[in-house]
C-alpha cells in the first residue's frame, strides 16, 4: 500500500490521508482490516511525532485515534497484528485494566495460528509487551514456557535471528525476574545463534542486556567490554536504524540513546576514570551520541566528518559536561595537556529541574533573579570545579558539546556570583559533531534579506517586526552584501535566485522562525509562505555552491526554538550539519527587535574587524550590557552559536 509506504519514509500527513481513502473504498474486509491496521500505525507515529516535541495533549488525542483505528481492523478480521499494537500501545500509555482486559482475545488469536516466523515474532512482541507491565497478567513461568516454544519453533524454521530474539527475550524476562546468571547464559546463547547471520540490529541489543547483567554482577571491566561492542554494532548498523523509518526515528531515545548513556555511566565510574583512556573513550562515546542524534534528525549519515576532540587549538578549551544519574561530570580537552575530569554529585532529577527552570526563566521577561540564582548553581556544577585548570591554561574560547537538556541553555549566561562567563573573558560557542573549516580569511559577502511586515500563514499569525531595514542597512555598513530583499520580495523563488547568482559567503536573515527536533515542524518564514526544513537545507545549499565552497555563516535574526521541546535546538545543529555551513547564529527565544538589531549590528561590525565569531558574539553582548544598558539575561543571553568558533 502507498499508505504504509509514505508512513515509512516518515511523511505521516500524508500517509494518513492516502490511508483514509483506501478504508473508504476498500470493498473485501480483509483489505479494509489492513487499512486500518496501516492508519493506526500512522496515527500511533503522530502521537510519537508529537510527544517528542512536547505537545502531550496533542498526542494523547492522536492516541485515541490510533487505538480506535486498531479497534476498527480487529473488528473487521481479527487481525493478529491489530491486537498486538494495540496491546502494546495500551501498556505504552499506561492503560492498564484495558490491556488486561484485551490479552485474553490476544492470546486465543496467538494460540490458533499455525507455526511460523510470523506467528514466532508475535509471541516474541507480546511476551516483551507484557513484561512491561508493573503487575505481571501472566505468571512468569507462562512467558517463558511461551518463549521457549517460540525458540523452538524457531530451530525448527532454522529462523536464527528469529532463534536469538525469542532466547534473548528470554534473557530479558530472567533479568526481569533478576536471576542474573541463567539471564546471562541465555543472553549469550542469544548472541551465539547470531555467529553465522549479519546481524547487528539484533546483536547490539543482546550485546547491551549482556553490559547490563554483567555490570550487575559487579564485573564491570566485562560489561564495559559488551557495552563497547554494542556501540560498535550501533555504528555498523545506524544506516539501517534511522534510514527513513518515522517509528525507528522516534524510537531512538528508547533503542538506541541509553546504550550510549548507559555507557558513559560505566566509563565514568572512580574506577575507570583512573584509567586516562577511559575518558577518551568517555568523550568519544559522547562524539558519537551527538553523530547519532544529527543522522536521526535528519534521516541519513553524515559520513566522514572531524571528531571535536581532534581539533587543536592553543586559545579553547572543548567541555563536555555529562549528566548522570547521581552526578554532573565534566571533561575538559585544555591545549598540551591530558583530559581533566570534575565532577559534583547532584541527582539527575535536581539537575533536569534547574536546566529546566532556567531555560523558562531565561525565555520570560522580568525574571533576572530567579536566572542568577539557578545560572549560579549550573555553574557551580560545570565550570566552578575548573576554575583552576582554565585559568592555568590561559584559554579565552569555551567550547561546550552538550547534551540533552543542557543544549537549551545559553552557556554565557552561567554566572560565578560576581560575573558573567563572558564578563570573564571566556568567548563561547557549542559544538555538536560538525565538520570543523579552518575560518575563511577573505571577507564576508553576505546576502541580506528578511520580512517584517505582519503576516497571516497557514491559520498561523506572524506578528510584525520592527527594524528589519535599520538592521539589514546597519550592517551593510560593515559587510560586502546584497540588495536588501525584504517583505514582498522575500520569497523562495527571489532567495533561490539570489543564492544561485550571487558569490555570498554567509546568510543573515531576520524573519520569524521554528526550530524543532522533529524536521516537520521546522521553518523560517518567508513572504506568504514557510520555507519548511528540507527547502532550507536546499536552498543554503545553493548557497554553498552544491557543497563546494561552504558558507562560513548563516544567521537567523528573529527565529526561536519550539516551546516545549528538549531537543529543538537539534534543529539548528541539523542545519549546520546538514549544509555543512561553519557556523550558525540564532536567536533562542523571541528577540525584542530594538536590543537585537543592536546586537547585530554590532557582530558584523566586529566580524569586520578580524574577530573570530564567538569572540564577535562575546563583545556584541557585553554592549548590549555595558554600553547601551540591556543588563537583563532575558534580552543580551538569546544567542547560540553552534559550529565553527573561529
Known amino acids: 500500500q502507498l499508505g504504509s509506504v509514505l508512513r515509512r519514509i516518515g511523511d505521516l500527513e500524508t500517509a494518513r490521508s492516502r ?15 489492513s487499512s486500518w491496521l496501516e492508519l493506526g500505525n500512522t496515527d500511533w507515529a503522530i502521537a510519537n511525532r508529537l510527544a517528542a516535541i512536547g505537545r502531550e495533549a496533542d498526542a494523547q488525542q492522536q492516541v485515541q485515534v490510533a487505538l480506535a483505528a486498531y479497534q476498527q481492523a480487529i473488528d473487521q478480521t481479527h487481525l493478529l497484528q491489530a491486537q498486538l499494537n494495540r496491546l502494546r500501545l495500551l501498556i505504552e500509555q499506561g492503560q492498564t485494566l484495558e490491556a488486561r482486559q484485551s490479552l485474553s482475545g490476544v492470546l486465543a488469536t496467538l494460540d490458533q495460528q499455525s507455526p511460523s516466523r510470523a506467528t514466532v515474532y508475535a509471541t516474541i512482541h507480546l511476551m516483551e509487551s507484557l513484561m512491561q507491565l508493573t503487575a505481571d497478567p501472566l505468571p512468569p513461568l507462562e512467558i517463558a514456557s511461551r518463549l521457549s516454544k517460540a525458540a523452538d519453533q ?21 533479568e526481569h525476574t533478576q536471576q542474573w546468571a541463567e539471564a546471562q547464559a541465555l543472553t549469550q546463547q542469544a548472541l551465539l545463534a547470531l555467529d553465522t547471520v549479519q546481524a547487528p540490529e539484533i546483536r547490539y541489543r543482546w ?63 572512580p574506577e575507570q576514570t583512573a584509567q586516562p583512556q577511559q575518558l577518551t573513550k568517555a568523550i568519544q562515546t559522547v562524539d558519537q551520541l551527538q553523530l547519532a542524534e544529527l543522522e536521526n534528525y535528519l534521516s541519513c549519515l553524515l559520513g566522514q566528518v572531524q571528531r571535536v576532540d581532534q581539533v587543536q ?22 591545549p598540551e595537556t591530558a583530559l581533566v575530569y570534575r565532577e ?27 536566572v542568577l540564582a539557578a545560572a549560579q548553581t549550573v555553574y557551580d556544577w560545570l565550570i566552578r570545579p575548573l576554575e583552576t585548570d582554565l585559568a592555568q591554561a590561559a584559554v579565552n574560547n569555551l567550547v561546550f558539546v552538550l547534551e ?29 559533531r560538525l565538520q570543523l573549516f ?10 541580506l534579506g528578511g520580512v517584517g511586515i505582519p503576516q497571516v500563514i497557514q491559520e498561523t499569525q506572524f506578528p510584525p517586526i520592527a527594524k528589519l531595514q535599520e538592521e539589514l542597512a546597519g550592517i551593510a555598513q560593515h559587510v560586502d552584501s546584497s540588495d536588501l530583499v525584504m517583505n514582498e520580495a522575500f520569497t523562495t523563488e527571489t532567495i533561490r535566485e539570489y543564492l544561485q547568482t550571487g558569490n555570498f559567503s554567509a546568510i543573515h536573515w531576520k524573519t520569524h522562525g521554528v526550530f524543532s527536533s522533529d524536521p516537520q515542524e521546522t521553518y523560517v518564514v518567508a513572504y506568504q509562505e514557510q520555507i519548511g ?39 539548528l545543529a541539523g542545519l549546520a550539519a546538514r549544509t555543512g555551513t561553519r557556523s550558525v547564529l540564532s536567536t533562542l527565544w523571541v528577540a525584542q527587535d530594538n536590543p537585537n538589531t543592536l546586537f547585530m549590528v554590532r557582530f558584523y561590525q566586529a566580524l569586520a574587524q578580524g574577530v573570530a565569531k564567538a569572540e564577535a558574539v562575546r563583545q556584541a553582548q557585553l554592549a548590549l550590557m555595558q554600553a547601551y544598558g540591556y543588563t537583563t539575561p532575558h534580552i543580551w543571553s538569546n544567542y547560540l552559536l553552534i559550529g565553527n568558533w573561529g
Open 19 to 33: 490511508l483514509q481513502e483506501s478504508v473508504s473504498l476498500a470493498a473485501r474486509p480483509e483489505t479494509l482490516g
Open 154 to 174: 524457531a530451530r525448527t524454521l532454522a529462523d536464527r535471528p528469529a532463534l536469538s530474539y525469542a532466547l534473548g527475550q528470554l534473557g530479558a524476562l530472567y
Open 207 to 269: 550485546q547491551w542486556q549482556l553490559g547490563r547483567l554483567l555490570q550487575r554482577q559487579g564485573h564491570s571491566s566485562e560489561a564495559v567490554q559488551a557495552y563497547e561492542a554494542a556501540v560498535g554494532s550501533l555504528q555498523q548498523v545506524r544506516n539501517d536504524l534511522l534510514s527513513v523509518n518515522a517509528e525507528v526515528q522516534f524510537s531512538f531515545r528508547d533503542r538506541v540513546e541509553p546504550v550510549y548513556r548507559q555507557y558513559l555511566e560505566l566509563l565514568l565510574t
Open 313 to 334: 587549538d592553543a586559545h579553547t578549551a572543548i567541555l563536555y559536561p555529562i549528566v548522570l544519574s547521581d552526578r554532573v561530570a565534566v571533561i575538559a580537552q585544555l
Open 344 to 370: 559534583t554529585a547532584v541527582p539527575q532529577a535536581v539537575v533536569e529541574a534547574t536546566l529546566l527552570d532556567l531555560q523558562t526563566n531565561l525565555a520570560t521577561p522580568g525574571r533576572t533573579p530567579e
Open 404 to 432: 540533552g537538556t543542557l543544549r537549551n541553555i545559553p552557556m554565557s549566561v552561567l554566572h560565578d556570583g560576581d560575573q558573567y562567563l563572558i564578563e570573564q573573558g571566556y568567548a563561547v560557542a557549542i559544538a555538536p
Open 438 to 447: 579552518s575560518p575563511d580569511p577573505a571577507p564576508l559577502q553576505v546576502m
Open 533 to 571: 526544513a528540507y527547502d532550507l537545507n536546499h536552498l543554503i545549499w545553493l548557497g554553498s555552491r552544491g557543497g563546494s565552497r561552504p558558507l562560513e555563516l548563516v544567521t537567523l535574526s528573529a527565529c526561536e526554538t519550539a516551546q516545549g521541546d528538549s531537543r529543538a535546538v537539534l534543529g
